[in-house]
Every structure is written in structure tokens, then in C-alpha cells.
């Protein structure tokens, strides 16, 4: 743990960027950075309210994230003591060990990384400083760890194309999921906050961001939309469905998050769904039946077109669109 200023010096850092509690600042006071590290930087960087790469492994790369971003994830999920946490995408095991010190012994977090080399060096750093309440386990992040669920809460440090249900069917009711979402046809990664509640599940946007993207199934929704595109071209055209007074990339950051149906080929953006396809020209072009499109930009219309962080999106369990709401201050609007 550690002995001098510098964790204090961090912790002021992340005091300026929002209010935090103080189990969540004190966790970050104890847990030295540098050991998560295997290359040497100077302790003002070390201690900065940076991003630092901490590994390398081929092609490979494992980062240290924003101090202040990783609490904000976990205030934003609510971390407290005695809950039982499922970390995606845990590379060298910092955030992991910084929320056991906020779980508490009585709590527990469970780390995956699919990179061994990263996995390994969580393993050393955990065990050099003798925390008891984190497991790493080396596999797919995508499948979670079904052995300890439920869990109260998931934290994904990697960004995907699009969330797991595996993360759903593991989470306890009243759960959440904090999650960067690779918007891959704009480049736009929003953290999103998913709440499982008894019936349905709920997202908003809390900040944009910026991680590594998944590999794998959790960052392969284009290949996989593309793959579907091919399977239905050519259909007939069946006209063109034009909108007013829209920004095209919160189009598409909206469209991403309530389909999960957009692709991105030979620098034209689509729409798919297995009946029909839409091809963006400035105007949607239709081709065969995709009725779902419409359906879901006259619910954005009547929503005035705001932004996504304006939005609360629900789905059914299955993770299927149900409607969009307005948020407003004070409440919720319904539109």
C-alpha cells in the first residue's frame, strides 16, 4: 500500500473532476499505480490523472485508465461496500484492485482478461499486495463468469460494439452496468449506463469517452452486420425516407444503441435487417422491408431529435427496443 504523498496527490486530482465518496477516494489513495506497470515512469505521471500504457503483448496493449473516469464508473454504479463487482477487460489488475479496497473484505471482485500476458502480471500485482477479495480469470470477457453471480454491479474498461447478455443474465435486478459502446460508424464512444430492472432494462449516456476497442465477440457487430447485408442484396428500392432538423452522427449514435443494425462497407453507412436494407445518401434509400427504421425515427422525431444524452432507452429483456423517453430536469418526460 502506500507510504507517501503522491496517492494523496492523485486523490486531489480526482476531487476537482466531481464528488466522489470517500471509500471511493481513499481506495485510490492505497493502491500504488506503479506496480500495474511494466515500464518505469516518473511518479508525476505516474500519479497524474492520465491514461499510461502498462503492458505490451504483440499487437496488444493494456492501459491504465483515467483515475477520474474509472471513478466516475464507479460512482456511477453505485460501489459501495460489501458488493460483488464483475470487471471487464481488466488488463494489468489497477482498477480491479482500486475497487476491492472500496468493496471491502466482505466484498468481492471478479476480473477478466482474455490476454494472458496482462492476466498474469494482475495476478503478481494483486498478490504482491496481499488482496484477498479479487479473482482474476484469464478467458472471453464476453461470456462473464457465471460460477459467482449474481453480481450488483458490472464495470467494462473496453469498449464494445455492443453489450453482452451473458453481463445481463448474471446481474442481480436493480443491478447495473457501467460500459463504454464502440459507436464504430462515427467513432463515438459513449459510456453508457445500463440498470436491469424486473421487466426491462434502461440506458443513458453519462460522458463520451475514449478506450481500446474489444476484439473478438464483443467488438465484431459490423463484420457481423456486413455479413448480413450480403446475404440480402439486391432488393428492390421502395423509396426514401428523408428527416429534418437532425445532426447525422446523434442519427447514428441513436440508431447504433436502439437496433444494434448498422454497418459500415465500402465507406457507406446501412441500416440491415434480414427482410431489407436502408443505405444512408444525406436521405435513408430503402431496398425491400425495413419497416423498423421509420418506426424508430418517428419515435427520435417526436423526441425533438435530442441528443442522446438527453435519452433514456428501454428494452425488454431480450434486449429489444421498446421506446425512447426525454429526460428532463426533475423528471422524465415520455415521448
Known amino acids: 500500500m502506500l507510504t507517501d504523498s503522491w496517492g494523496i496527490q492523485l486523490v486531489r486530482q480526482i476531487s476537482l473532476t466531481g464528488q466522489y465518496s470517500e471509500e471511493i477516494l481513499e481506495a485510490f489513495e492505497r493502491i500504488p499505480r506503479e506496480i500495474f506497470s511494466e515500464y518505469s515512469y516518473p511518479k508525476e505521471v505516474i500519479y497524474s490523472d492520465d491514461v499510461i500504457i502498462t503492458s505490451k503483448n ?18 456511477t454504479v453505485g460501489l459501495s461496500k460489501q458488493m460483488r463487482v464483475l470487471e471487464i477487460g481488466s488488463g494489468t489488475g489497477y482498477n480491479a484492485c482500486v475497487m476491492s479496497q472500496v468493496v471491502g473484505e466482505n466484498g468481492l471482485v471478479v476480473g477478466i482478461e482474455v490476454n494472458r500476458k496482462f492476466f498474469e502480471h494482475a495476478l503478481k500485482a494483486s498478490k504482491s ?33 455492443k453489450i453482452s447478455m451473458e453481463w445481463l443474465r448474471q446481474l442481480k435486478i436493480g443491478g447495473r452496468i457501467i460500459v463504454p459502446l464502440n459507436i464504430f460508424v462515427t467513432g463515438s464512444q459513449p459510456a453508457v449506463l445500463f ?3 424486473s421487466e426491462s432494462i434502461t440506458a443513458r449516456e453519462i460522458i463520451e469517452t475514449r478506450f481500446l476497442t474489444a476484439k473478438g465477440t464483443l467488438g465484431n457487430l459490423n463484420e457481423e452486420n456486413v455479413l448480413r447485408l450480403k446475404k440480402i442484396q439486391p432488393r428492390d428500392f421502395a423509396g426514401v425516407l428523408r428527416l429534418q432538423h437532425c445532426f447525422e452522427d446523434e442519427m447514428f449514435r441513436i440508431l447504433h444503441m436502439t437496433s444494434w443494425s448498422l454497418c459500415k462497407k465500402d465507406e457507406q453507412i446501412y441500416y440491415v435487417q434480414d427482410s431489407g436494407y436502408a443505405v444512408w445518401q444525406g436521405k435513408w434509400e430503402l431496398f425491400g422491408s425495413v419497416e423498423k427504421l421509420p418506426r424508430l425515427l418517428e419515435q427520435w422525431e417526436r423526441a425533438g431529435f435530442a441528443g442522446l444524452r438527453n435519452l433514456q432507452i428501454t428494452y425488454d429483456k431480450d434486449m429489444n427496443f421498446l421506446k425512447m423517453e426525454l429526460i428532463h430536469r426533475g423528471g422524465m418526460g415520455y415521448v
Do not use: C, R, W
Open 129 to 161: 499486495l496481499g488482496i484477498k477479495n479479487v479473482l482474476f480469470i484469464n478467458q472471453d470477457g464476453a461470456i462473464g463468469y457465471e460460477a459467482l453471480a449474481p453480481y450488483d454491479a458490472v464495470v467494462v474498461t473496453v469498449a464494445v460494439d
Open 195 to 197: 440498470e436491469k430492472l
Open 58 to 75: 504483440g499487437y496488444d496493449h493494456s492501459t491504465s485508465s483515467q483515475p477520474s473516469l474509472m471513478a466516475l464508473f464507479m460512482k
